[in-house]
């Protein structure tokens, strides 16, 4: 294998090369392994220690969102399934990762143009990792979001394939492009996606105009302020808000000028605390309504905790001393083509967080709608758009010298994908069984 510090500049193929080898390391069959005998630790254990810190009465909250269905855990247990990927053998190829790849996370949204997007739009647990550990986590939520939607064993099991299928394809594009080529590459498919499209018209809806009618009510006096639902939002005043306030500074920072001076042109008007996701649920997200050229000029900014990545504790040596919530940013800038214009970070009480604009233009796919010919090509755009963030953001010569031009790594991922699901049936009933007990002792000791 090429000596990277003889040899700073190794060409594509030597980059290749060294992708091939890797195979060594972990053989690309060895993907489709799981076994829960692997565990070292209690899922509901763990889950209970990702709550540490959160806001307590909120926790409910999210337990009663991960127990809707299998699913709904999946997307809140990224804590589980870091910590079972981390049991595992990896190819050492690492790259920038989404880290909680699953077909919700990928959504439309507007670009600074102003025009709307489709991409990857959640990155709470972006980190330097194994790239198979996004497509691992995918392809779990493909075949599950296929369940919960009523379709076919064998259709979630073609979707899975249909999904590396078209990474490969598309990591095989992007090697053989321009970098500057691969920076800018826009996937052209949406149009003629109906599935997309339906998306994109939703989004089209979500203007600042729609979030000003759903979030904030006139008071008597005139003014508009947050509406109050709790408990998933509710207005923040006197210090607290101040506080809110005051950690803009930092963030105006984190702003390239222009944008610094398009936000100065802004004036805060209310502060609300709002529960988003379901992974997220219990950390502290605030919102900040502002007004440019009067009321009918709103700006929502969210400010999203960010108390860092659940695979930090198994990468230890990819750590580096950096604030979370700049991480999250870069790592977003660094895989999709276009971001938010407002994204940026601050700290507040000693926490860390994520800045970005709240609800412009943003859409996600419904899982009842992954159903056949829609699962299929949903399947194949989750492929393209992970395999341009992975190649925008890591080298993907190393990933396609890995990959090969056979079918045993795609094989091998859905393999694991089926048996993952199935793991993640279990513990979501394991967490229902304990969720019953626990409330059912709660009821006797009263």
């Not at 209970?48 to 997307?75: I, T």
């Not at 790849?101 to 949204?109: E, I, P, Q, S, T």
């Not at 939002?233 to 610094?260: D, T």
């Not at 396609?400 to 048996?419: D, I, K, N, T």
Request: a positive charge; hydrophobic letters at 40%; glycine letters at 8%.
């Amino acid at each position: 294998m090429t000596n990277i510090e003889a040899n700073p500049f190794p060409s594509s193929e030597e980059r290749r090369a060294m992708g091939r080898a890797r195979r060594k390391q972990m053989k690309r069959q060895t993907h489709g392994e799981w076994t829960a005998k692997l565990r070292r630790h209690d899922p509901l254990e763990l889950m209970a220690a990702s709550m540490k810190g959160r806001v307590a009465s909120l926790v409910p909250l999210k337990y009663e969102r991960m127990m809707a269905s299998p699913f709904g855990y999946f997307r809140g247990a990224v804590p589980v399934m870091s910590a079972d990927l981390a049991l595992l053998p990896n190819t050492g190829i690492l790259n920038q990762i989404c880290g909680d790849a699953h077909v919700r996370n990928l959504g439309a949204y507007a670009a600074p143009d102003g025009r709307l997007v489709f991409d990857i739009n959640d990155f709470d647990e972006t980190m330097r990792a194994p790239f198979e550990w996004d497509l691992k986590r995918l392809a779990t939520s493909l075949i599950l979001a296929a369940r919960e939607a009523g379709d076919s064993e064998r259709s979630a099991h073609e979707s899975v394939l249909a999904f590396l299928a078209h990474y490969r394809r598309c990591a095989r594009m992007f090697a053989a492009m321009p970098v500057l080529e691969v920076a800018r590459y826009q996937v052209h498919r949406l149009a003629r996606a109906s599935l997309i499209s339906g998306v994109l018209r939703k989004a089209e809806r979500a203007t600042p105009q729609h979030s000003l009618a759903a979030l904030t009510v006139q008071e008597k006096s005139g003014a508009r302020v947050f509406r109050e639902e709790r408990p998933v939002l509710w207005r923040v005043k006197g210090a607290a808000a101040r506080a809110v306030l005051e950690s803009l500074r930092e963030y105006n920072e984190s702003l390239l000028p222009e944008r610094r001076h398009t936000l100065s042109q802004y004036h805060p008007v209310d502060v609300c605390f709002k529960v988003v996701g379901t992974g997220s649920v219990g950390t502290r997200d605030y919102c900040v309504y502002m007004e440019g050229n009067g009321e009918s000029d709103p700006l929502f900014l969210q400010i999203k905790e960010e108390p860092g990545a659940a695979y930090a504790p198994y990468l230890e040596a990819e750590q580096t001393v950096l604030h979370r919530g700049r991480a999250v940013a870069e790592g977003q800038r660094a895989m999709q083509m276009q971001s938010d214009p407002f994204l940026g970070w601050t700290t507040l009480d000693g926490r860390e967080y994520l800045v970005r604009q709240l609800n412009d233009h943003k859409a996600s796919i419904e899982v009842e709608d992954l159903k056949g010919a829609g699962l299929l090509a949903y399947a194949e755009l989750c492929g393209e758009l992970l395999a341009r963030g992975h190649a925008r953001s890591g080298d993907v010569q190393l990933i396609l010298g890995y990959l090969g031009r056979g079918q045993s790594f795609a094989g091998a991922v859905a393999g694991f994908a089926e048996a993952y699901a199935a793991q993640t049936e279990r513990d979501w009933q394991a967490l229902r069984k304990a969720r019953r007990v626990r409330k059912a002792g709660a009821v006797t000791a009263k």
